[in-house]
């Protein structure tokens, strides 16, 4: 985390640096969060600042993964058109710094006919690019591609770190050849003398794989991966809402538990696993302000999602409609849209005023808990809370409490 000095005038008013309020996108009269903790002040970007565009290239995927959310819904399929991709570029162009693109959604990018042409306009326009992928489409023709065109990050969603593991999940033998297409890039990208893309590994937690997580980061590590990225998983149908590994009613209100950085070893192993699976820590080294708590991972990054037919969400949970597990209790997510790139721009839709009051809101996350609430009705859907929250309640969002999480 970098750190900046900024001074106060003869009136006691904030001076930003130039340099910071261009960076973030900062202007005059604009109204910033300010987070107070126990020893200092977090300042939060403005919602005014588009820093991310999540772009979903198709809604297509080559596997059928017993996890995904594609189980829960009967939506056709379909890829991103040129028209709809262009407006995206526009954005670009209309940027004094151009957001970072993230090729992703709920399909297989790779699938995409057009997706090294799409890359390439972006980085053209200067934006960084990121991208995730199962892998199995990696051949070597893809990995140059990928390499030449100086893709920044390239994640690469693994399930399991043996094949009878991961077949569990992905429904299909693919991960020898994953490896394989993996180590091809690095030797590739060995043989360009570059870094690029960086590589990236995501993994889903569950109870018949989380034996595999000592394996995957070594098997990461191995690989030259330069993050590991665990996520929870969010149960689409009856027979996997058994599987997760979390859930809401930890012992974490009555007392805030701060723990120091500490050495994890034969001494002191067991019992800091029975806190863990105990009680909920606030604070662990140090870190008073990263509480995974009521905080949308998305509004505070700055970022919107395009979904494959150009209609704009706010993140990547709202693209499609669908139905999931919390506990016992089957819950009904409604999509939410600000506007469409068929009909409109990007920008005009993001400085819309019903969608910037809607960040607002998020960012002031004022819902009603419906994480840890079993006793009404209205938590079997998104569209309304007990405090009234139109056009979705964000309060039973599990991404916004910290158990699932997106790169």
């Given at each position: 985390?970098?750190?900046h000095?900024?001074?106060?005038?003869?009136?006691g008013?904030?001076i930003?640096?130039?340099?910071l309020?261009?960076?973030?996108?900062?202007?005059?009269?604009?109204e910033?969060?300010?987070?107070?903790?126990?020893?200092?002040?977090?300042?939060?970007?403005?919602?005014s600042?588009?820093?991310?565009?999540?772009?979903?290239?198709?809604?297509?995927?080559?596997?059928?993964?017993?996890?995904?959310?594609?189980?829960s819904?009967d939506?056709?399929?379909?890829?991103m058109?040129?028209?709809?991709?262009?407006?995206?570029?526009d954005?670009l162009?209309?940027?004094?710094t151009p957001?970072?693109?993230?090729?992703?959604?709920?399909?297989?990018?790779?699938?995409?006919?057009?997706?090294?042409?799409?890359?390439?306009?972006?980085k053209?326009?200067?934006?960084?690019?990121?991208?995730?992928?199962?892998?199995i489409l990696?051949?070597?023709k893809?990995?140059?591609?990928?390499?030449?065109?100086?893709?920044?990050?390239?994640?690469?969603?693994?399930?399991g770190a043996d094949?009878?593991?991961?077949?569990d999940?992905?429904?299909?033998?693919?991960?020898?050849?994953?490896?394989?297409?993996?180590?091809?890039?690095?030797?590739?990208?060995?043989?360009?003398?570059?870094?690029?893309?960086?590589?990236?590994?995501?993994?889903?937690?569950?109870?018949?794989?989380?034996?595999?997580?000592p394996?995957?980061?070594?098997?990461?590590y191995?690989?030259?991966?330069?993050s590991?990225?665990?996520?929870?998983?969010?149960?689409?149908?009856?027979?996997?809402?058994?599987?997760?590994?979390?859930?809401?009613?930890?012992?974490?209100r009555?007392?805030?538990?701060?723990?120091?950085?500490?050495?994890?070893?034969?001494?002191?192993?067991?019992?800091?696993?029975?806190?863990?699976?105990?009680?909920?820590?606030?604070?662990?080294?140090?870190?008073?302000?990263?509480?995974?708590?009521?905080?949308?991972?998305?509004?505070?990054?700055g970022s919107?999602?395009?979904r494959?037919?150009?209609?704009?969400?706010?993140?990547?949970p709202?693209?499609?409609?669908?139905?999931?597990?919390?506990?016992?209790?089957?819950?009904?997510?409604?999509e939410?849209?600000?506007?469409?790139?068929?009909?409109?721009?990007?920008?005009?839709?993001?400085?819309?005023?019903?969608?910037?009051?809607?960040?607002?809101?998020?960012?002031?996350f004022?819902?009603?808990?419906?994480?840890g609430?079993?006793?009404?009705?209205?938590?079997?859907?998104?569209?309304?809370?007990?405090?009234?929250?139109?056009?979705?309640?964000?309060?039973?969002?599990?991404?916004?409490?910290?158990?699932i999480?997106?790169?």
């Amino acid at each position: 985390m970098e750190k900046h000095k900024i001074r106060l005038d003869k009136q006691g008013r904030i001076i930003l640096p130039e340099y910071l309020k261009d960076k973030y996108g900062i202007n005059p009269g604009e109204e910033l969060l300010l987070e107070e903790g126990r020893d200092g002040l977090l300042l939060h970007s403005t919602i005014s600042r588009l820093a991310r565009i999540y772009v979903e290239p198709t809604n297509s995927c080559n596997l059928d993964c017993s996890t995904c959310i594609r189980n829960s819904w009967d939506e056709p399929m379909g890829f991103m058109s040129r028209d709809v991709y262009k407006k995206i570029l526009d954005t670009l162009d209309q940027s004094a710094t151009p957001p970072e693109v993230f090729f992703g959604g709920f399909g297989e990018p790779l699938s995409h006919p057009d997706l090294p042409e799409m890359i390439y306009e972006a980085k053209r326009r200067g934006a960084a690019v990121e991208l995730i992928s199962n892998g199995i489409l990696l051949d070597e023709k893809m990995a140059r591609s990928l390499i030449e065109l100086d893709l920044d990050r390239l994640w690469i969603s693994i399930d399991g770190a043996d094949p009878s593991s991961y077949e569990d999940v992905r429904l299909g033998n693919e991960l020898p050849g994953i490896i394989e297409n993996i180590k091809r890039l690095n030797s590739l990208k060995f043989s360009h003398n570059g870094p690029k893309p960086e590589l990236g590994i995501t993994f889903v937690a569950m109870k018949q794989n989380i034996k595999d997580l000592p394996a995957m980061i070594k098997l990461s590590y191995d690989l030259g991966a330069v993050s590991f990225h665990v996520s929870n998983l969010l149960p689409h149908s009856s027979d996997m809402k058994d599987e997760i590994l979390y859930t809401a009613d930890r012992e974490s209100r009555q007392c805030s538990i701060i723990f120091p950085r500490m050495d994890v070893n034969s001494e002191n192993r067991d019992e800091i696993l029975a806190l863990l699976s105990k009680y909920e820590f606030h604070e662990i080294g140090g870190d008073e302000f990263n509480n995974p708590r009521n905080n949308c991972s998305f509004i505070k990054r700055g970022s919107v999602s395009v979904r494959q037919d150009g209609m704009v969400g706010p993140c990547l949970p709202l693209l499609h409609s669908n139905d999931h597990f919390m506990k016992d209790r089957k819950r009904t997510s409604q999509e939410l849209f600000f506007g469409s790139l068929q009909s409109e721009d990007l920008l005009n839709i993001w400085k819309s005023s019903e969608y910037r009051e809607f960040r607002r809101k998020v960012q002031d996350f004022d819902f009603s808990p419906c994480t840890g609430c079993t006793g009404c009705e209205m938590a079997e859907t998104n569209e309304e809370d007990c405090f009234g929250s139109l056009p979705v309640s964000c309060g039973g969002c599990l991404w916004a409490q910290g158990f699932i999480r997106c790169p």
